[in-house]
């Protein structure tokens, strides 16, 4: 046979081949779930809060009578912000606002982010945080505040937290828990897991709420080097996906086997053809922050990237029944002048190890154990 012929019969033959292993891959295969590695603990960098960026503080506020709260991130003096919405089902305060396009200029001023639980009801959190931000401010003007009229912008963006499972629905956070959160806001170290907008929030729900584990809010910062730039990150972790260890892509919590022991494994569910019509709502949202100066468009940009953390450690992540929300602020207090792009590429790092934080560090509640218990 010729070097032609050779050259022809090869190609026929990976094209059998590949047409093979394409038919192969076609036949579901049964799902096995994964094991819970408790002989692998995850280890994250001590990284310290959100708060470790200039001119950030952090209040939670967390309701007595069922697992539900509301978190305020304050900026002082107020920044640039962005935003960037993923989820097929947002519930969300002022973000047209921040969309580069909109506005007479390019430096809309955000003072505060409110990120609540109470699925609608609680956007009435950031009522009250304008309550605040307007009595502080003319109490500082005193009599000359009445001739200087200011309103405060407070984006917003809540989860869902009113399952039955949790307690009585109707109770929601409200502009008195914004209020409320503000006065609590403080620097420094940051309260992580079943606390303020954590208090509520469940990960693994494809399957129903009761095959699903209790998650929380989490926190990070990362230090850019000698260049004096700082970028931090707050998430409240309430997704339909797995939780993942983007380090080796381990499950570390989510929707549970019906004996409660091992992960179902989400996505090897849906390859397998079944889990395909989620019946939860769900969201994780978080705010990335940094000291570095840019503008509406670009901290848009920042919002962007750092939505690529969530990807990386949810796994489905913006589905059609979450509302998937990031928002990026910028405290303008360093004059270092810094590439957009690699503080965006710093804030994914920094958002993807608060949703780990926010899983690792949370309590059980009742029927939905912690990613400390399955270890246990």
Not at 40 to 59: A, L, Y
């Amino acid at each position: 046979m010729d070097s032609h012929s050779d050259r022809v019969l090869s190609r026929r033959t990976f094209a059998r081949d590949l047409l093979v292993a394409s038919a192969a891959s076609a036949i579901p295969a049964v799902a096995a779930p994964q094991m819970v590695n408790s002989d692998k603990p995850v280890t994250i960098p001590q990284s310290g809060w959100i708060t470790d960026v200039e001119g950030i503080t952090v209040g939670h506020w967390k309701d007595t009578r069922r697992p539900t709260g509301c978190t305020v991130i304050l900026c002082e003096p107020a920044g640039t912000c962005g935003v960037d919405v993923r989820g097929g089902w947002p519930g969300t305060r002022l973000t047209d606002a921040l969309d580069p396009v909109k506005g007479a200029s390019n430096t809309i001023f955000v003072n505060a982010i409110a990120l609540s639980g109470g699925s609608n009801y609680g956007l009435a959190t950031a009522s009250g945080v304008e309550q605040f931000l307007r009595e502080r401010y003319v109490q500082k003007l005193g009599a000359d505040a009445k001739n200087k009229p200011i309103a405060f912008a407070v984006p917003a963006a809540i989860i869902y937290d009113l399952h039955p499972e949790l307690g009585d629905w109707t109770i929601a956070p409200t502009a008195e828990s914004g209020y409320k959160a503000c006065l609590a806001a403080a620097g420094g170290p940051v309260q992580e897991g079943n606390y303020g907008v954590g208090a509520g929030v469940t990960v693994g729900k494809m399957f129903g709420i009761k095959q699903a584990m209790k998650s929380g809010v989490g926190t990070s910062s990362i230090r850019v080097g000698s260049t004096g730039v700082v970028v931090g990150a707050i998430a409240a972790v309430n997704a339909v996906g797995d939780i993942v260890n983007p380090s080796d892509g381990e499950i570390i919590a989510g929707a549970r086997t019906e004996d409660g022991k091992n992960f179902v494994n989400e996505m090897k569910q849906l390859r397998s053809g079944k889990g395909v019509r989620p019946s939860e709502s769900n969201t994780t949202i978080a705010v990335v922050a940094t000291n570095a100066t840019f503008n509406k468009t670009e901290m848009n940009k920042i919002a962007q990237m750092a939505s690529a953390g969530l990807a990386r450690a949810i796994n489905p992540v913006f589905t059609t029944l979450d509302g998937d929300t990031v928002f990026a602020i910028s405290t303008r207090r360093s004059t270092e002048r810094v590439e957009v792009g690699a503080i965006g590429a710093v804030a994914a790092e920094a958002l993807a190890e608060a949703i780990l934080r926010a899983v690792i560090y949370t309590e059980r509640f009742e029927s939905f154990p912690s990613y400390r218990d399955l270890r246990e």
